[in-house]
């Protein structure tokens, strides 16, 4: 069910209120997560708990183009029997070339009698279940109602009804494991040994710990055809390839701190990259600065935080936008 992969793809943007947990705690129940999760070259971790204490969370939260979605989610999710204030901590990790299933580790409370129940009875939900390795994976298949009739027939191959699919698995109370069906029984396979967790790749976590503090930490190990996807030939993109891992952080108090290292394999290709990209934020400057309408103002006043830096092999890139940016954007 796809309201059950709301819960933890999006707490991080949905979360509205909970206690505010130490860092030490926090990155404890990061690190446990770490070991339930298969290797992959994308990392990404979330302290559900400290952004949703920041006053940049309050305020966003009351904005009338923000509220409303925020509370019809709010509503769906509370329909399997989870609060948002139950997540803690939430570790994703991506494997491969589909960015589209993570498999993802999410620590907090849950009442997993109250989620099943909600689940079965819900009769647009069928919800199965397997042992695999003893554990019990979880499948629930929502199935939306039919298109109105409009006199086109599907293609041949192609069902009139498409039905989505989550599965889950609850280790415990604290602890629960979320994806594809394929990507819940890797998780099994990594707890019980059989194979390699993400925790065990040094590159990752290694990066992850550069911003131990941080509300969100990410890293992402860039493969050839990464860099093909983010080249562009009509903008001066810069030559992604020499780039071998990206890490950084997101942190929120009263605005939005964000911190990116691209990290190269020469310094020469590092200053070249810096080079371009600081081309590419002149260009956006220039361009936002030139509108008569003064429509771009709160963006390029934005972009003017924006550093980019060339050192060594490595390229930082950092931001802080204030809080008045994101009302002004949501105004």
Avoid at 27 to 55: H, K
Avoid at 63 to 82: A, C, F, R
Avoid at 239 to 252: K, M, Q, T, Y
């Amino acid at each position: 069910m796809k309201k059950f992969a709301i819960v933890v793809m999006l707490a991080m943007v949905l979360v509205t209120a909970g206690s505010k947990v130490t860092t030490a705690h926090s990155d404890a129940q990061s690190s446990g997560l770490l070991q339930l999760l298969p290797d992959g070259n994308i990392l990404a971790v979330i302290d559900v708990q400290r952004m949703t204490s920041s006053s940049l969370w309050a305020t966003l939260s009351t904005q009338p183009k923000v509220k409303p979605t925020l509370d019809k989610m709010q509503s769906d999710i509370s329909e399997i029997g989870v609060r948002f204030s139950d997540i803690q901590t939430i570790v994703l990790v991506f494997s491969g070339k589909d960015f589209n299933a993570p498999t993802v580790a999410v620590s907090g409370g849950f009442d997993q009698a109250a989620v099943l129940s909600k689940l079965r009875s819900n009769r647009k939900v069928k919800l199965t279940f397997e042992k695999y390795k003893n554990y019990d994976v979880y499948r629930s298949d929502a199935v939306p109602l039919p298109a109105k009739d409009d006199g086109v027939k599907p293609s041949a191959g192609v069902p009139a009804v498409q039905t989505n699919e989550t599965s889950f698995c609850f280790y415990d109370s604290s602890t629960v494991v979320v994806g594809s069906a394929a990507s819940v029984r890797a998780s099994v396979d990594t707890k019980t040994g059989a194979r390699t967790s993400v925790a065990q790749n040094a590159r990752l976590t290694e990066a992850i710990a550069q911003n131990s503090s941080a509300a969100i930490r990410f890293a992402m190990i860039m493969t050839p055809s990464m860099a093909t996807g983010l080249s562009s030939s009509q903008l001066p993109i810069p030559d992604f390839s020499s780039v071998n891992l990206i890490f950084g952080a997101l942190d929120v108090a009263s605005g939005l701190d964000l911190n990116a290292t691209l990290r190269n394999d020469t310094a020469d290709h590092a200053r070249s990259v810096a080079e371009r990209l600081n081309s590419l934020l002149t260009m956006a400057r220039g361009f936002l600065g030139s509108a008569s309408d003064g429509k771009f103002s709160s963006v390029n006043d934005a972009l003017k935080s924006v550093s980019i830096v060339g050192n060594d092999i490595d390229v930082t890139i950092t931001a802080s936008l204030p809080q008045e940016f994101f009302t002004q954007l949501f105004k």
